[in-house]
Structure formats: C-alpha cells, structure tokens
C-alpha cells in the first residue's frame, strides 16, 4: 500500500463511503419467462404476467447462470476499481456479505481476495447475513476504520439465492433476484457513516431460512424429497423457505422504532433527512414500511421493479441507481434501513459527500 505507515499515522475522525458499483449476472429472467415456465405444469395454469407484477413489483430479475459467489463478488471489486479509478494496492480490509458461500469453508472472502489481486497483508473475512447484511457491513467497516485497523475497507454483497430455490415455488421465485455490490469504504476527517441502531431476534430464525443441508439437518434422501403445499408451490427441505405474512408483519413491527432510533442517534428528524432507503424485499412491503414511517413519497426510495429481491444487495443498488440518476447532492442525508433473515435489523444515516461526486 502506498505511503501505508505514513496514511496509519493519520488521525482517523470518522469513515465515508466513498464508491459503489454494482455487478448484475448476465440471463435476465422476466415474468413472461416464468409464466411460460409454470404454464408448462397443471399448477402453473393461472399464472400471468400481471398477476406477478401486481404481487410484486417486480418485472425482472437477474439470475446467476452457474456463477458462484465469488465470481459475482469479483465483478463487482472489478467494476468499482475500474468506474471510480480506485488502486487495488489501497485495498486493507475486505468484507464479504453472503448468505451463499463458495464452500462450507475456505471462507468466500479469501478466494475474493485472491481474484481481485488484492494484497496478502490485509484481513479478509465473510458475514453471513441477508436483508440487513448492508447495514451491519457499514458498521464493521466503521469500526475498523476508527479502530485503526484499516483506512480503506472493501464491503461487497453478493447473493445467488435463485440457486437455493425450487423452481416450481412461485411464492419466492417471482420475488428474488442476484446481484452484487462493491462499496469503498475509508477513513475520513467527517462523520459522513454516522450512528447504527441495530437488533436481533434469534427467536424467529425459522420464519425465513434453508432448513437442510448444512449440520443441524446434513444432505440426505429425505431432505431431497419435494413437497407441494396447498397453494402448489413446491420445494424441497435444501430450498429457502420463507414465511411471507409472518416475514412481513416482523418488518411492520421492527421498521418503526428502528426507523426513530436511528434518527435520535443521529440527531437528525425526518425532515433533516433528504433520502430514505430500506431494504427492497417487494412492494407491497415498501409500501406499508412507507405508510406506517409516515415517509413522503418523494423521500422514499422503491427501486424493485427491474431486480427483484437481491437480499444483500437492494440498499446499495438502490443507493448507486440514485447516484447515477443524478439527484443525489453533496451533503444529502440518507437514512438506510434493512430487516429480515435472522430475524435482524438495522439502521443508520450517511452523508453523500464522496458518493454524490
């Protein structure tokens, strides 16, 4: 790293995030793609383009063609290094949000490490968290950073959670899509990542989750065995399983006092706050999020339709779509919120600063 012990000997007042990139698999799966799929069965017979859209909010989605995570994870470290002019060699940390990892172990972020060419004298770990996944990474790398560990934190989401789906579900297939971004995070004479409220709640680990596969319930002919439930959707028990009215009454419950707990540690109220970004799991979600935050629509960020669900990934989509439309201004505030697998949550506000140029 250039300069290393010189930029360590630096005070260190806050951390930014200073760029973001966002890499998307190449086969594109839209919902006249899943309505020929499904019409092909009995069970698919009343399914229609509308109907999906309607549901959802989502008219496409992006879907790994046998990527792994580390391949996409890679694009998205290639893509940020080469949009934003960034040197690899600066790199001194890298964390790697996941939720489906290259292998039980190594862990993903050593192989991530590897292909990007990355220096071998830097920490490299994964994290294995979904919808709030984006928020816990900033706090990690915020922590880091103050902590004196690093000046400049690689944070990557990447999910390939189409490969862990049935593909006759049609209660998650329409909603999930993959996807991976890459966000430089660095040390900073601002407090541009400001203060997290963050919860966790072990006890409804169950609502959304892959119940075999790894150790609690090993591989096995049973676990392989499809089930169709009663409104025909099939899966298996190595297949992500979620329960959509208990998941969504979870985040109605936690969205508003995660939501006024960020905005007191950050002495901030709402209309201090230019932006609002929460986790992009389907519309008919944002909207009671929207709804029951008291949010202007103008504020509130829905950026679903052309992505679907990209667990990890929806908050910096989001955020790089409102960077590249041009509306994001230096000194924007934007207050992100993610909840869901876990049952987690979390909260912060950062300021646009290196963001907005």
């Known amino acids: 790293m250039k300069n290393q012990s010189k930029e360590k000997s630096l005070p260190i007042s806050g951390a930014s995030c200073r760029a973001i990139s966002v890499y ?89 490490q590897h292909r990007l060419g990355l220096r071998q004298n830097i920490g490299a770990l994964d994290y294995n968290l979904g919808c709030s996944g984006y ?54 004479d601002a407090a541009d990542i400001g203060e997290f409220s963050l919860g966790t709640n072990g006890g409804g680990a169950d609502k959304l989750l892959i119940p075999a596969g790894a150790w609690a319930a090993p591989s096995s002919p049973e676990t392989r065995v499809e089930v169709t439930n009663r409104w025909g959707n099939v899966r298996t028990p190595e297949h992500l399983y979620m329960n959509g009215p208990e998941v969504l009454s979870f985040s109605l ?26 986790h992009q799991a389907s519309l008919v979600l944002l ?40 509306r994001l201004r230096p000194g924007d505030k934007i207050l992100l919120m993610g909840f869901g697998v876990g049952l987690s949550w979390g909260g912060t506000v950062i300021t646009a600063n290196g963001l907005a140029r």
């Not at 990557?156 to 993959?178: N, Y």
């Not at 910096?316 to 590249?324: G, I, Q």
């Open 24 to 112: 998307l698999p190449e086969k594109v799966m839209d919902n006249a793609a899943l309505v020929r799929e499904w019409n092909e069965t009995a069970s698919g017979a009343r399914w229609s383009e509308g109907k999906i859209f309607s549901k959802t909010g989502i008219a496409k989605r992006h879907v790994v063609d046998g990527e792994l995570v580390s391949d996409i994870a890679a694009a998205a470290g290639e893509k940020l290094f080469a949009e934003h002019g960034i040197d690899r060699a600066d790199i001194d940390f890298l964390l790697l949000c996941t939720e489906c990892p290259d292998h039980f172990l190594p862990a993903t972020a050593c192989i991530v």
């Open 135 to 188: 928020i816990y990474g900033l706090a990690v790398a915020k922590g880091l950073i103050l902590g004196g560990v690093a000046r400049n934190v690689l944070l990557i989401t990447a999910d390939t959670i189409s490969r862990v789906i049935h593909p006759l579900d049609k209660s998650t297939r329409t909603l999930f899509g993959d996807a991976a971004a890459a966000t430089l995070v660095e040390a900073s």
């Open 253 to 278: 419950e936690v969205a508003p006092p995660c939501f006024d707990d960020t905005l007191s540690l950050n002495g901030v109220t709402v209309d201090g706050i230019d932006w609002v970004i929460v």
């Open 287 to 326: 909207e009671k999020v929207r709804d029951a935050l008291e949010i202007p629509p103008e504020k509130f960020i829905i950026d679903i339709e052309n992505y679907g669900n990209t667990v990890s990934s929806t908050i910096p989509v989001a955020l790089n779509d409102l960077r590249s439309s041009g």
